[in-house]
Each structure stands twice: as C-alpha cells, then as structure tokens.
C-alpha cells in the first residue's frame, strides 16, 4: 500500500485581523463619534427646546381659559401676610397657587411648601418644568403687567380693608410705579407682548437636609423694576436681586443652575443659557430662551433680538407691556441720556 507524504507545515488563519487593520478600525470609529457627537448634542438640545415651548404654549392655553372666566383678567400676584384666600384662607393669591392656575393645569411637584405652611401650595413639575433647567420644578413665571393684582394699597381704616392695586398703580413705589401699564388679554399687539417666559429658579423646595430631592421654583413674576430694555439685561441690566433663597446658606445650597461663582449675580430677569444648554457662565447675556405672548404662540429669542448692543434700550419688538417705549423716553430723557 502506498502513503502520501502530509506537509507538516501549520499555516495562520487568513482572516484574522492585523494590528494594523484593528488600529485603522478604531481611528474610523473615533473620526466616527467625533463627527456625530456635536450632531446628537444638537439634535438633543433642538428636542429639549421643542419641549420647552410646547410645556410654554400648554401654559398659555390655559392662561386663556382662566381669563375668559375671569372677563378677560388674568390671575394676580399678590402676596404677604394680609392676603388672604377666601378658598382656603391660605396666605397669598398668585397665579400659580392650586387655587388660581392650579385648576387649569396638571400638578406633579408640591415641595415648593411644606405641608404645614401658612401659604398657598403651588403647582410645579409637568409643564412647568423646563428640560434645561436643573432640577427646575417651575421654570416659567408671568409677566408682572400681566397681573390682574400685583399690589397692595394703602389701608382703608373706616372700612378695615386693603386694596389691591393693578401694576403700576402703587404712587409709594417708585420701582413699579409708572413704569408700565398693566394690561389683560384684549391687549393691543398681543402677538408682541409678554405672558410668560422662562425665569430663574429663585425659590429651594421646603424639605429639610435633603439636597438630592430638592426642587427650585420661579418667583411670581418678573419685569416689574428698572427700564423695558435692562430687564432683557441691556444697558446696566437688572442690579437688585434680594429675592429668594438661590444663594444658599447652611440649610441648603446654592441653585445648581446658579453656577459656583459666588461673587456673581444674574443682569437679566431670562437666563440665556438654557438654549442652547449652557452649564459654564449661566449669567452670561448669551444664548437665548422661550418667551409666549397674550396671543397664545411661543417664539426663541436671543439677546440681540430684544434689545440694542448700544444704548441697551428695548427694540419694542417684544413688550413687558404696552407703553415700553414711552417709559425709556421719559426715564432717559430725564437724566439726559437719550441715545
């Protein structure tokens, strides 16, 4: 019987990879990611702000539900230890309270009070909370020339009571007094002026030592002091923020939306930094947000939309209320300073 010689040889696997080739490889996956990246970041910032607007818009809707109950007045701002709920006899009569828009819209987070507080609790969470904000419960407030109420008058001692001013009525207030004129939903170019718009979260949630559960919430309002155009942070900008508990102390910290710079306050009532999502100089006049107008539509704006780079002076394209213009004149003109 004959046998055939085998070639003893052993011989590599031609299809696996060189070190090479796997090198090439991971250099393509990496060119990659780093190409789609910014393209996924900015799609997910484009969601987020859509979200945004629809949460604003939902806002509006039933802002104008509550006005057409209301013979066209929107829900007030009042606050203090002499106003009092009829439905509750809680402290204060805001728009957010569960008893003004808390009856139009859906509620989610209640820690803005604890349950034990002499105050009205307040609707947060759902479609009050921006995506960008963090750990934002309510992250929209109204403009105060909005208000049906925003102040109290002087008290009626014949008759015991106290009245309840529209803004800019209030003569012993000079921040406020005629530096708008409030308005409600019949308002002349309504597609112009200001309902809501995004606003800092000024307020911690009351819970007691736990910073992981903490939620912040907005202020009532905004747009009441200093000229049209500094409340979008033109000019000097906004330069009085003793309101809320943002900064912090041994209870509880700083706002996470604040930044750590201590020495630093916001120059404007809208944080620009929210759109697109901006985590370094939050106060920084830059960027944009989601403003909704009496006519119900939402638009984004930037700072160089709202006002001059100049002057500083509002460009009236967006109104705190209907007599913006009127009162830049007159403030301006009055100390000599009308570009």
């Known amino acids: ?13 031609s299809s696996a990879f060189t070190l090479i080739e796997l090198l090439v490889v991971i250099a393509i996956i990496a060119l990659l990611i780093g190409i789609l990246l910014p393209a996924l970041g900015s799609a997910r ?13 939902q806002v509006a809707v039933a802002t104008q539900v509550y006005a057409f109950d209301f013979k066209d007045k929107y829900a007030p701002i009042l606050g203090g230890p002499f106003v009092i709920d009829p439905k509750n006899d809680k402290r204060n009569m805001i728009w957010y309270d569960v008893n003004r828009m808390g009856e139009y819209l859906p509620q989610e987070d209640f820690r803005n009070l604890a349950h034990t507080s002499a105050e009205n609790p307040t609707i947060g969470g759902t479609v009050m909370s921006c995506p960008n904000h963090v750990d934002g419960a309510r992250s929209y407030t109204m403009n105060y020339w909005a208000a049906s109420a925003a102040e109290q008058g002087q008290p009626n ?33 309504s597609s112009a002026t200001i309902l809501y718009a995004e606003a800092w979260g000024l307020w911690t949630s009351e819970i007691e030592n736990d910073y992981d ?3 912040w919430f907005t202020n009532g309002s905004i747009g009441s002091k200093f ?23 041994g209870s509880f910290p700083r706002a996470p939306e604040m930044g750590s710079n201590l020495d630093v ?41 709202l006002f001059e780079s100049g002057s500083g002076r509002s460009k009236y394209n967006v109104l705190w209320s209907p007599i913006d213009k009127q009162v830049e004149d007159r403030e301006l003109g009055r100390v000599g300073n009308n570009p």
């Not at 910032?45 to 818009?57: E, F, H, T, W």
């Not at 000097?236 to 923020?241: C, F, L, N, S």
């Not at 404007?268 to 909704?292: A, M, Q, W």
Request: proline share 7%; hydrophobic share 25%.
């Open 1 to 13: 019987m004959l046998y055939r010689k085998t070639d003893k040889k052993t011989y590599r696997n």
């Open 213 to 215: 559960e903490r939620t």
């Open 157 to 189: 001692f014949n008759t015991g009571t106290i009245p309840f001013l529209k803004p800019g009525a209030n003569r012993n207030n000079p921040d406020t007094y005629r530096m708008g004129r409030a308005f409600d939903s019949t308002v002349d170019r």
């Open 227 to 249: 000229l049209p155009g500094e409340r979008f942070g033109g000019g000097m900008g906004v330069t009085d923020w003793n309101i809320g508990n943002w900064r912090g102390n």
């Open 265 to 305: 306050d916001p120059t404007s009532y809208l944080p620009y930094y929210r759109h697109p999502n901006r985590r370094n100089d939050p106060f920084k006049v830059e960027g944009g947000l989601n403003i909704t107008f009496v006519d119900g539509h939402v638009d984004y704006y930037s700072p160089q939309d």
């Open 45 to 57: 910032d484009s969601s987020r702000n859509a979200l945004c607007k629809s949460n604003l818009r």
